[in-house]
């Protein structure tokens, strides 16, 4: 069970981790804020799965990230 | 069912159904062909079965997503109709419901969505706008049934203006009326760039018909508005908002506060632009052309690098909201561009541009919001109500 409470600046600065690490892949179509489990945490979506050899860890700096495959965004 | 039973059916089917609608939806829609349309279909409303984005109709597809079908394998050595399902709003419709009643219930019904070439995309034209040519209507199926069911009030003339209705630069299909500003002393109306300004295609000026060119209007009858100006759009940097304003004609009536409908089918009134910080978990609300009136929640903010697909290209956002819908319906379809998001004190959070057709916790897609304190500033406007 998690306790740790993340603050939404520890979140922010986890998400310009999550930027500079999956910069130049493709597959991003958006990196947020979210929460997971009641706290903040680092959401990222893909338009398709990331390749196999491309890992995203499941924390950073004690932050969880999400990962969604979310498709193509379209204007509507 | 036995294979030549199945064969049958399909062909039936198809002869029946599927046909009379990809013939029936050639645009432009009209009022008068959204109505056969909706007899073909057993009701399902034509904006929102083609829930269509607002984009210019140069670039529009003559051919809309529906429903396919063929043949799968069933127990044993039996046969099952299957049924692929294109649209969301036509997964739980009358006439799929039909079809399987038709199969005696073999049937293997699933939503594929969008189906895309697997190619690169060309790289997008950009052309001078040319009116879309009308098309002929094809017959509609004689065995049609015929239904009362009504046009929604959002996609009609509404006059007064009201939030929440169908409207668009006269090239484009149709988008969504977000809000009235105030702008330089004058009464705005707030909409997305690609809903009022064509994608940074219009000449101020340019006439705006309420509703929409989707849903029947034209420059005679339905002219509300002139495009004014746009935060223009940035295909290699990062954008912020998708946004525009057009200066309502003299005359035309409008209502700045009134929600029609908007929470349980009850009016609102709009309580001004929110200053609290969007947070993840709120519940939110808006009203838009293709959808009407959704709950959703916020799944995520200060998104960055979302990127989204426009007849210019992919084009990249910073700092924006994600939402899906509460319950069992996607918060936005293609034509809720522009809606104005609401929290639950109707004080207004943001203002719709995209989304996905996938994803969410109900799996029925993710919408994406510029923040309305960006809007406001980068317009030089203020929220009226």
Known sequence: MRVTQITLDQARAAKRRVIELLSGSGQVVGIGITRVDGTYAVKVNLGEALPGDVRVPAEIDGVRVRIEVVGTIRRR | MRLESAINLKRQLLEDLITPIAAAARFPIT?????????????????????????????????????????????????????????????????????????????????????????????????????????????????????????????????????????????????????????????????????????DRAAVGDAIVQPGTLDGGSIAADKVAEFLTAVALDATGANLVDAALATLDSGIGHDTARLREIAASTDGVLAGASGAEIDEGATVFKIG??????????TAFNLDNVIVNYDMGNLRFDDQVEIEGVGDVAFSDGGDSGSLIVNEEMAAIALLFAGTDFGGSNGLGLTYANPLHRVLDDLNATLLF
């Not at chain 2, 007899?39 to 829930?51: I, K, M, N, R, Y």
């Not at chain 2, 004058?186 to 997305?192: E, H």
């Not at chain 2, 009407?292 to 916020?298: H, I, P, S």
């Open chain 2, 31 to 199: 009022a008068a062909s959204a109505r056969d349309l909706r007899e073909v279909t057993g009701g399902v409303p034509a904006g929102t079965l083609f829930g269509v984005a607002a984009r210019s109709f140069q670039t529009l597809p003559k051919v809309q997503r529906s429903l396919a079908v063929g043949i799968a394998r069933g127990k044993d050595k039996e046969y099952r109709l299957a049924i692929r399902v294109q649209r969301q709003a036509l997964l739980n419709s009358d006439m799929v419901q039909s079809m399987v009643k038709k199969a005696k219930g073999e049937a293997d019904v699933r939503l594929i969505g969008r189906v895309d070439k697997r190619t690169r995309r060309r790289p997008p034209r950009r052309a001078g706008i040319t009116r879309a040519k009308k098309t002929r209507r094809a017959p509609v199926a004689s065995r049609a049934r015929t239904l009362a069911a009504g046009v929604p009030w959002f996609e009609l003339q509404q006059r007064p203006l009201l939030i929440g209705v169908s409207i668009g630069h006269v090239d484009v299909t149709a988008g969504t009326l977000g809000a009235f500003v105030s702008h330089d002393g004058q009464v705005c109306i707030l909409s997305n760039n690609h809903v009022l300004a064509n994608e």
């Open chain 2, 289 to 298: 052309r293709t959808t009407g009136a959704t709950k959703g929640r916020v």
